[in-house]
């Protein structure tokens, strides 16, 4: 029986509508190549906009020391050195071109007092760098790109689940399967290349800042065409998610609020973050009071700090455990988390600086930040690995299969420095679409759908339809419970042993997941389709994060709280198997050229 669908062809298809997809579609158009871009929800709507602090790139605007080498320093230090060095480097240099052209399509940037872009300060960066719109960043840059990107011919493709990469008889991606989410309709788009865009994978965890699109498509797609996945283990607790009320837990607050001076306490009032900062990093950070007032009055005053930045300003995962700390101990807040104060400054300048979260308290807590402290506590925010790829071209182990912002690993290693993701995508989203030109242009010949691949995926795509077992939403329930419980903030070995084993009976249950009603606009089948994917994932972290016996960045080993030498030189990677099982090896790190390890080594002397 031949299957019905509606075929679109282009050059090149980029799959997720975020920053890094709307860069890479823009790049592939001004090239002269065709592109259709494909989203999950409405053009607009991606979770690019919840990046609300800033870019990071290094302009010197306000730090004139500010330079890419201490840019790309502060980020392997920050992903504790098991990011991949190229990644890194380019991103460094080619963030302020980056930022500089976004300005140039129409951004419009907060300002220095003599009209230049202005930078705040952030956790993990040396000096102030960060680029921003108030506390709505992610959402100017995405209007910004979006804008831009329609006015270049891009062809939009909204409301459509992408379920199946499919490739040509030599191994190549040449297009994707999928459906209109309204209507259940299937859809291919044939291509000469396929860049994934899709982002992370939140929605796997009970407590996350992640919109319910984050069900690791992007990555659970790339690992079923063949491609590996890379360092699955690192996740990034936000340490600033709202606490209350119980409706919007988990809710992003940005980091900006600590880059504009303010403090964390602990129920007794105590300024915690002291007390928390590694041996290694201390001597960045202010040790007294007195310090640290100084640097925020340096900042009011908008001139380049003298001192040290306040400990608040410390990488993410280490002000998450601290808080994390502090709640297990009994010092937490009455709703467990800890108090974010910067009602000591004036409340006109804190509407100004961060409007955002003036508001989003006001509204969902009844809170005035002007006034009053804020709870907040850790919450799922990002995925630091991903689909492994080249750092040049961002081509996956599958020729033709590109990927790029937080679906692709390299950049960030162990921890990912805040502001570092909005530049990501802008750096690698165009390096995807120059990467996806040169391999499209090579390609000769059109590529057409493979009948027996879109029969396989239909059959798939309505197998819950013709099943008699359990609904998707407890499942989806247990599965958020698994990983909030067993693969959260800290590990042991004995949660993780139970995860995987939960994880593979979960596998089965997805398996035979049913659904009732027809294809048009099924929830319950969409849901269904999220949960393959989101079964993937969690059990590539869980794995992963069993084989690295030690603490580093995002992965916290209660039972291994020390590095590991030996894990130290390797990344892990998880592919499929050819009996269909997911694989874990261990990769060696690539070697750092001698001219940027001595950038490392002059810090020492």
Same mark, same amino acid.
Do not use: C, W
């Given at each position: 029986m031949s299957v019905s669908y509606e075929t679109h062809t282009h050059d090149v298809l980029v799959i997720g509508a975020g920053g890094a997809g709307l860069r890479a579609a823009i790049e592939v158009s001004a090239q002269g190549l065709s592109v259709a871009l494909v989203c999950k929800s409405l053009l607009g709507k991606a979770h690019t906009v919840m990046a609300e602090g800033g870019a990071a790139a290094a302009l010197g605007n306000v730090d004139p020391q500010d330079g890419w080498q201490p840019h790309f320093k502060d980020t392997m230090r920050g992903g504790k050195f098991l990011n991949n060095w190229r990644s890194a480097e380019l991103h460094a240099k080619q963030a302020p071109d980056r930022i500089r052209e976004l300005e140039l399509w129409g951004a419009v940037f907060d300002r220095t007092k003599d009209g230049k872009i202005s930078q705040r300060a952030f956790g993990g960066h040396t000096y102030k760098r960060l680029a921003h719109v108030g506390d709505r960043t992610g959402l100017e840059m995405i209007r910004t790109l979006q804008d831009k990107g329609i006015h270049s011919g891009i062809d939009v493709f909204m409301e459509c689940t992408v379920s199946h990469i499919l490739k040509d008889d030599e191994g190549r991606a040449t297009g994707a399967f999928g459906y209109w989410r309204e209507s259940g309709r299937f859809v291919t788009f044939n291509a000469k290349a396929v860049i994934l865009a899709t982002g992370g994978t939140g929605k796997a965890w009970k407590v996350t800042s992640n919109s319910w699109e984050y069900t690791g498509d992007g990555q659970s797609l790339a690992y079923e065409a063949g491609a590996e996945l890379q360092d699955m283990e690192f996740i990034q607790f936000h340490p600033t998610g709202m606490v209350w009320?119980?409706?919007?837990?988990?809710?992003?607050?940005?980091?900006?609020?600590r880059g504009e001076g303010g403090i964390l306490r602990n129920s007794e009032g105590e300024r915690f973050m002291f007390k928390y900062l590694p041996e290694s990093t201390r001597h960045m950070f202010a040790d007294t009071e007195a310090e640290a007032k100084q640097w925020v009055d340096e900042v009011l005053a908008g001139k380049p700090a003298t001192v040290r930045r306040p400990p608040e300003l410390s990488t993410r995962d280490n002000v998450a455990l601290a808080i994390y700390a502090e709640v297990k101990a009994g010092r937490g807040t009455p709703h467990g988390g800890a108090f974010l104060d910067i009602s000591y400054q004036d409340s006109e300048r804190i509407k100004r600086k961060l409007p955002s979260? *003036?508001?989003?308290?006001?509204?969902?807590?009844?809170?005035?930040i002007t006034k009053t402290p804020m709870e907040v506590g850790p919450t799922m925010h990002y995925t630091m690995g991903g689909i492994r790829v080249n750092p040049e071209t961002q081509m996956t182990a599958v020729p033709g299969l590109f990927a790029c912002g937080e679906v692709a690993a390299g950049l960030h290693g162990a921890n990912r420095l805040g502001g570092n993701s909005l530049s990501d995508l802008l750096v690698f989203g165009r390096l995807a679409g120059l990467g996806a030109v040169e391999f499209a242009k090579q390609y000769e010949g059109n590529p057409t759908p493979n009948e027996g691949q879109v029969k396989a995926a239909v059959d798939a795509l309505m197998a819950p339809f013709e099943r008699t077992g359990e609904g998707p939403y407890e499942i989806h329930r247990d599965l958020q419970d698994i990983m909030q419980n067993k693969v959260g903030i800290v590990r042991t070995e004995d949660d993780l042993k139970s995860a995987v084993a939960e994880l593979d009976a979960l596998q089965k249950r997805v398996d035979n997941v049913s659904v009732e009603g027809s294809i048009q606009f099924n929830p319950g089948w969409h849901l269904a389709q999220d949960l393959k994917n989101m079964v993937t994932v969690s059990k590539a972290v869980a794995k992963c994060a069993l084989e690295r016996r030690e603490s580093r960045g995002g992965h916290t080993r209660l039972d291994f709280p020390d *590095?590991?030498?030996?894990?130290?030189?390797?990344?892990?990677?998880?592919?499929?198997?050819?009996?269909?099982?997911?694989e874990y090896s261990q990769a060696p790190l690539p070697e750092m050229p001698e001219e940027l390890k001595k950038l490392f080594e002059e810090d020492k002397k």
């Open positions: 009320p119980p409706g919007v837990r988990g809710i992003l607050v940005t980091e900006g609020v979260m *003036y508001h989003q308290f006001k509204e969902l807590a009844d809170v005035d *590095y590991s030498e030996q894990l130290s030189k390797v990344n892990a990677l998880i592919r499929k198997g050819a009996d269909g099982q997911m």
